[in-house]
Every structure is written in C-alpha cells, then in structure tokens.
C-alpha cells in the first residue's frame, strides 16, 4: 500500500494504479462472492441468480481471483505500471530525464538498450551530488551537459569543455531551446545558463589550467567527469577534429587526481574512426592501471554488437 501511494504520488501513471486497485478490489468482492454463494448458501448446487456458483466454477474463480490479485500487487510494488511500448515493440521504463528523456533503470539500459552513453548516465546519475562541480570533458553537442544540468542544483557548476566552438554555440543552443523551454521566468532560465561554464580548449589543458584552478579556489574534488571520444556528429561538422591518445590520456589522469572519493569518470570509446581503436587501446590500458584499493575501473562492452563503442569507468572509492 505504502508502494502505491509513493508511486501515485510521484505522479506517475497514478491513474493506472488507481485503475489496478479498483480491478483488485473488485476481485476480491469476487472472491467473497464465490466463496459465501458456494460453500455458505449453495453447497451442493448452483445458484439460480449466479449461474457460475457451482462447486468447480466458485474453485476455479476464487483461483483466478487470487492469481491475478497476486500479480496485481507484484506490478505495482515492482513500478512495472511505469513500463510502455516504444514504436519497435519493446518495452522501456519511463523517463525521469526531461532532457534526454531516457530510462531511468540501470538494469534496463543493459540488458535491453546497450546504448553505453545511456548506459554511463545511469552510472553518473547514482554518483553526483545536488551541489557537485562536474566536468564534461568533450561537449559535443551537449546531451551529457544537459544531463548534468538535471543532476546539479545550484550549489553545483559544470564545467564544458570542447576545442570547436561549433560545440559550444550547439550546447548553449540547445539548454535554451530545449532545457529551459518551458521556463517563462528570464531570471529562472538566466540561473539555469549560468549554471553552466563553457570552456573553449583541449580538454588536457582545461582541466590542467582553468578546472585545477576553480577547485583550488573552491577547496573542492571533482563529483564527476564524463568523456565521450571521437568527432563532432552531425551535418556540416568537421569530422577531422578528433579526440586524440595523448590528450585524452593527460586529461584522464588530471582528472583522476581531481576526483572526489564517491566520484566518477565515464569514458564512451569508439572505435570505427581512423585512431579510435589505437585510442580505446590506450584508454583501457591506462585506465586498468589505475590503484585497486582507490578505483574501481569497469569495462562495458556488447559482445554480440561488434566493433561497437565501448563504456569504460573509473570510480573513486578511497
Ligand atoms: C563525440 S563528441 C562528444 C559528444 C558529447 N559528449 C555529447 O553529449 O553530445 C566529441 C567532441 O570532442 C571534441 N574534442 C575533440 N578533441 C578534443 C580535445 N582535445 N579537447 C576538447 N574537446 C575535444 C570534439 O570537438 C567533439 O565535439
């Protein structure tokens, strides 16, 4: 009961589990029914007035009954009442991402989807905090920068880093047209920009100069740093400004030395670009050297999707 009133609170799907409470009580009035008619009133023939009520019928119903009530409740204790169908047929969970709008199941994201970056956002999201300062080292065209921008309030900052402007003028796009859409408040969506502090730089010497700084200044680690390899996506892009092994391997060691105990680095490795693979290489090599007794590094990789990117991530636990 306690699960179904936090879920109808959350607001999500309340009506359908209202809709499975009624269809439980019913059942149960069913059940009742069966029961009392069957074995109290008409203990050996049927009912004129319930033609079903024969002994075998009032069985089979009162078993249908507590079957399909048992599942009822699983459902909802479960939060599958969240589910819905996706145009391909298959079933993902709601979202709680407004920017992204993505699942918000780990187990979901494996199993099903695959998709590594969803699959990292998952992890970043168990790992940052409200007020957390948070790095994207490689901005892109900014889904992971909209998506720290759910996870940090405004005791937090994020930091978005890319060598192409192109990136950063897409990102700044992007939070005002699709983040703060629905702010009417100028003051509101102002706070919400301002959140974000854009970089123009190689990301080695971002976080070497401008980010080591800001933490120094604030007497703060690193929440979380995500890093998503390769070129600029899109039409009219400029596919040759790549990621490269030797700076994404400085800027993954500063930010390793930069992280909070808790904290977390996600790094998204392709490898169907000229280097990718060389990098990825690299990144794994590097990254499975990091302390045992201070990191956890996991490797993510669909086997059966091959060629495919791979997630690699590094958690600060001492
Ligand atoms: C695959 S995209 C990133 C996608 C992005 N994270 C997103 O959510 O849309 C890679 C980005 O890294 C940038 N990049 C490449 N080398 C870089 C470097 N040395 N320092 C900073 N950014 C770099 C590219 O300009 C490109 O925008």
Not at 264 to 269: D, F, G, N, P, W
Request: net charge positive; hydrophobic share 40%; with cysteine.
């Amino acid at each position: 009961m306690v699960n179904v009133i936090v879920f109808a609170e959350n607001g999500k799907s309340g009506w359908l589990v209202l809709v499975s409470l009624l269809i439980f009580v019913s059942l149960t009035l069913l059940l009742v029914q069966c029961i009392f008619f069957d074995f109290m009133i008409s203990p050996a023939s049927s009912s004129p007035s319930l033609p079903f009520v024969s002994s075998a019928h009032a069985y089979s119903i009162a078993c249908a009954c507590t079957c399909a009530q048992r599942r009822i409740l699983r459902r909802i204790r479960l939060g599958d009442f969240k589910r819905k169908r996706t145009g391909t047929g298959d079933f993902t969970l709601s979202t709680r991402s407004n920017a992204t709008n993505e699942t918000d199941d780990l187990a979901e994201s494996i199993l099903k989807n695959g998709k590594i970056t969803k699959i990292a956002h998952q992890l970043i999201r168990h790992c940052v905090r409200e007020d957390d300062v948070v790095v994207d080292l490689t901005c892109g065209r900014g889904t992971d920068t909209l998506f720290f921008l759910e996870l940090v309030k405004d005791a937090g900052l994020i930091i978005s880093i890319d060598k192409q402007q192109k990136a950063l003028d897409i990102t700044k796009k992007r939070i005002r047209e699709e983040f703060c859409a629905h702010i009417s408040d100028e003051a509101e969506r102002k706070k919400i920009e301002e959140k974000v502090y854009f970089v123009r730089d190689c990301h080695s010497k971002a976080i070497e100069g401008i980010v080591e700084g800001l933490m120094q200044r604030r007497g703060r680690k690193i929440g979380a740093c995500m890093m998503n390899l390769g070129y600029l996506t899109g039409k009219d892009t400029d596919k040759s400004i790549v990621t490269t092994t030797r700076t994404t391997l400085q800027a993954l060691d500063k930010a390793s030395r930069l992280l909070r105990v808790g904290g977390l680095i996600t790094i998204c490795c392709y490898r169907g670009h000229e280097g990718g693979q060389e990098e990825t290489d690299a990144v794994l090599d590097f990254a499975s050297k990091f302390p045992p007794e201070n990191f956890t590094v996991t490797k993510i990789d669909v086997l059966n999707r091959s060629g495919g990117p791979i997630l690699i991530s590094c958690y600060r636990q001492r």
